[in-house]
C-alpha cells in the first residue's frame, strides 16, 4: 500500500519502512487522495486538540497542492472572498432541504 507522507518520515522511521520518490503525475494524484483522507480525519476528530491538529494536516496538503499548481495561497483566497461576497460564508447555519440547480 502507497502512502503519501511528510518529507522527514524517511528519517524519522526504521530502516525496515521502503520509500519512493513518486513522479510529478502520480504526486499529484496522491495528494488528492490525501486531501480526502485528512478530511475525513477532521471528520472524525473527537476532540478539541485533535481537531486542531487534523484542521493543521488538511491545510498542510492544501497548501502543497497549491504549490504544485503554482497557486498561491493569496490568489486562493481572493477567489473565497470573492465566492463570500457572492454567496456568503456558512456563519448563519443554513441547511438546503430541497436541492436547487444553482447551489
Known sequence: ???LVR??????????????VLSNEDYRS???EKITEEAQ???????????VEELG???EVIRAILADASIT??????LRQAKIHQKGK???????LKPDEES
Open 57 to 59: 494536516d488538511l491545510e
Open 73 to 78: 495561497y493569496e490568489e486562493m483566497d481572493s
Open 41 to 51: 480525519e477532521v471528520k472524525t476528530a473527537k476532540t478539541r486538540a485533535n481537531l
Open 7 to 20: 518529507d522527514k518520515i524517511p528519517d524519522v522511521l526504521s530502516n525496515d519502512a521502503e520509500f519512493e
Open 1 to 3: 500500500m502507497k502512502k
Open 30 to 32: 496522491s495528494l488528492r
Open 90 to 96: 456558512f456563519a448563519q447555519k443554513f441547511v438546503m
